[in-house]
């Protein structure tokens, strides 16, 4: 089956992370991943970027805003926690 025209999203096969693949239900492309330092990638938020070697050290690579709304988000849960500790 051809590969559909769109950006892939990719998924670290196996637990090595050498190889990715797309999650599209429709698309079989999979990419080693010293070949994908460079290219374009759809984020799992829609958003397109360019793969890095930090983003492909992760199981699932991530835009720059979702790494960066990870930490944020990681603040909120802290802050929230410290509310329910404190009773304020
Ligand atoms: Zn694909
Ligand atoms: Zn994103």
Known sequence: MPAKDHMHIYHAV???RIQFMCI???CSHTQVRNLLIGKRAQCVC??????DYYALTRKVPKCFVCRKEKRSK?????ASVMKEILGV
């Open 14 to 16: 196996g637990k090595d």
């Open 24 to 26: 599209d239900a429709d």
């Open 46 to 51: 829609g958003s397109e970027y360019k793969l």
């Open 74 to 78: 990681g603040r909120v849960v802290k």
